[in-house]
């Protein structure tokens, strides 16, 4: 091995390289605020608890874990009895203490560099897949398309409709081909030292994604930006990112803080923010029927949070037009 060999250091954070990167102070302060906000992302995925103490699970066995007793009755017939079913729930813990930490940063990384970057349940056997997986699995959501033309009143047989439901299935798989991406591979080793220790911003990236809760398309609006602490990354791995995180089923604002942590886990910088703004059309198209109404979510980390000077300094650049 050359000389010159044994005292190079890789630009790439520790998770992303071979070898470790010693922590600083900064990287450890905040651990269980970034916990905190890791926790809110994945109780989003968790099964909800309901507060009428009716059972609204099919299995009993889930339904008994909503209260952690046997011996609770799922079905009480009188007020008292769902007053004494709601002592046995957990007491929720704020996910947001009173104080605003500078900077939510864990010791553990809050990414599966190696895997699929949060994944969801089945996400798993879609990324693996052989090419007969994956035939099948067209062919089952081309049927199910089928059926929900039939039971809308359609005919999916005539000439318009025909090819519909494999149309439709293979724009859903692109829809949410996020979920077979891993952050590794979108970052692809294009972190750089560079000796710059001010603002990065990328603004207006264009975002779609389909709303988990009526599988309609929200779309928008995303602004990025970072402090470097002593390392780069590729600006249209920042794009990347985001695309990354919105081709899944998603809500808002766990996008957008999926999005934040990401870029810290794989950089490790002063701070990061990101802004969201978007238009859902299942605000638009039913339910309230707004047509301009505009969501905007924010998710800010480190000094970006700490430092009012330094969030509106982010806020006027995203702003300048």
Request: with cysteine; charged share 25%; hydrophobic share 35%.
């Amino acid at each position: 091995m050359d000389a010159d060999d044994s005292n190079f250091t890789s630009s790439a954070s520790s998770h992303l390289a071979n070898g470790d990167i010693t922590k600083t102070p900064r990287e450890t302060k905040f651990r269980k605020e970034r916990q905190r906000l890791y926790d809110s992302i994945s109780a989003s995925t968790n099964p909800p608890v309901y507060l009428d103490g009716l059972n609204h699970s099919t299995d009993p066995d889930s339904a008994q874990a909503l209260v952690g007793s046997n011996e609770v009755n799922h079905e009480p017939q009188h007020e008292g009895d769902r007053a004494d079913l709601r002592q046995h729930l957990p007491t929720p813990d704020p996910l947001v203490p009173a104080k605003r930490p500078a900077s939510p940063i864990t010791q553990n990384p809050t990414i599966d560099f190696d895997g699929l970057s949060w994944p969801s349940l089945g996400t798993r056997s879609r990324l693996e897949a052989t090419s007969e997986d994956t035939k099948a699995r067209q062919e089952k959501l081309t049927g199910a398309i089928r059926t929900v033309l039939e039971c809308i009143g359609e005919d999916p047989n005539r000439e318009g409709l025909h090819l519909t439901p494999k149309r439709y299935a293979e724009s859903m798989m692109f829809f949410t081909k996020g979920y077979e991406e891993n952050l590794r591979d979108i970052v692809n080793g294009a972190i750089f030292h560079e000796d710059h220790d001010e603002m990065v911003v990328v603004k207006d990236i264009e975002v779609f994604s389909l709303c988990e809760h009526h599988l309609v398309p929200f779309m928008g609006k995303m602004h990025i930006g970072y402090i470097p602490n002593r390392r780069v990354l590729g600006l249209s791995k920042i794009a990347r990112i985001a695309e990354m995180f919105s081709r899944r089923l998603q809500v808002q604002e766990r996008l957008t803080k999926q999005v934040a942590l990401a870029l810290a886990e794989v950089l490790k910088p002063q701070g990061v923010a990101v802004v969201m703004e978007s238009s859902h059309l299942c605000m638009v198209m039913r339910g309230v029927e707004k047509t301009s109404s505009q969501t905007i979510t924010s998710c800010m980390l480190g000094c970006m949070r700490a430092r009012d000077k330094t969030r509106a300094e982010f806020m006027s650049l995203i702003n300048r037009r």
